[in-house]
């Protein structure tokens, strides 16, 4: 083979290489991502620990990290000054960014204060375990209020349904005294209720015994019930209704003023005209009036 065209074919084959080489890193170098300047960070407000409603933010509470500028939520906060001492108003997770819509206004009232609706209150029922569903009442779950007690016209006790569909606020342990004045823990829920609502939960709360019964949060429907009587758990019909006519009625005497009758004023019949006798004489003619016997 001639030496020359190997010459040129070595030749050939190295500069193809070569051009391969820096096209390969040409087109890789232009597909790569860019990698985030640091510039385009920001810092947000996480949470230190899980924060629930009504928890007022402490410095030790938040935290401030690094996010790239297109993470950064809307909503956030890039300073902890601007969280600190507002009422949480939606339960926070640990490490999540703060947000407005989480956080009530600065100075609008601690605890649960924020967290209620206008025109709305919240009502803080003591409860027993079993009561209080066993310890499955937590914060966010709608349940129905029932009541035991001894209604004024009946001979036994009964229990109804008072209440459906309440928000439950919050569901904790509370300090209270006894009859001897010795410190215990209770059992407490606040429901969300409104100002007729509130009544009537209190007005049960204080006359019988409250039952709390949890239901599916989804379900938004009320449902009518009868009640039950203490004698139907032991196969006693219930009594019927007493109708309507065997009621005692009441009688009322109705008042009628009536006005006095007005006396009109009749008169005097006219007095009879006098007997006459005319006389024609000619052409005079005279009236002669006959007077009338007493």
């Known amino acids: 083979m001639d030496r020359r065209f190997l010459t040129v074919l070595g030749v050939s084959l190295v500069f193809a290489l070569v051009v391969s080489s820096v096209f390969y890193q040409m087109t890789s170098r232009g597909s790569s991502p860019k990698k985030a300047e640091p510039t385009d960070m920001k810092d947000v407000v996480v949470a230190t620990r899980p924060l629930g409603i009504g928890v007022m933010v402490k410095p030790a ?21 601007e969280v600190l ?23 609008s009232g601690l605890g649960l204060a924020p967290t209620i609706p206008v025109g709305m209150r919240a009502v803080t029922v003591r409860v027993n375990d079993v009561a209080g569903a066993a310890g499955f009442v937590l914060p966010g779950l709608r349940v129905d209020v029932l009541v035991t007690g001894h209604p ?39 429901l ?5 609502d509130a009544e009537t939960l209190t007005l049960a709360n204080g006359e019988g015994r409250i039952q709390l019964v949890l239901r599916n949060s989804s379900d938004e429907g009320i449902e009518k019930t009868q009640g039950r009587y203490v004698a139907e758990l032991y196969g006693t019909a219930r009594k019927p209704a007493a109708p309507a006519s065997a009621k005692p009625a009441v009688a009322r005497k109705a008042v009628v003023m009536v006005a006095p009758p007005v006396a009109i004023p009749i008169a005097p019949p006219p007095p009879p005209a006098p007997d006459q006798i005319v006389v024609i004489r000619g052409n005079t003619k005279t009236v002669e009036v006959i007077p009338r016997g007493n």
């Open 61 to 81: 509470d938040v935290k401030l990290t690094k996010v790239s500028a297109e993470s950064f939520p809307k909503g956030a906060f890039s300073k902890v000054e």
């Open 85 to 107: 001492d507002r009422p949480v108003v939606s339960n926070i997770l640990l490490d999540e960014p703060l947000l407005e819509g989480r956080l009530a206004i600065k100075g």
């Open 152 to 190: 004024p016209t009946s001979d036994s006790n009964m229990t109804t349904t008072v209440l459906q569909n309440l928000l439950v606020l919050s569901a904790g342990q509370a300090m209270q005294s006894d009859a001897r004045g010795t410190p215990v823990s209770v059992s407490t829920v606040t």
């Open 192 to 196: 969300l209720v409104s100002p007729s």
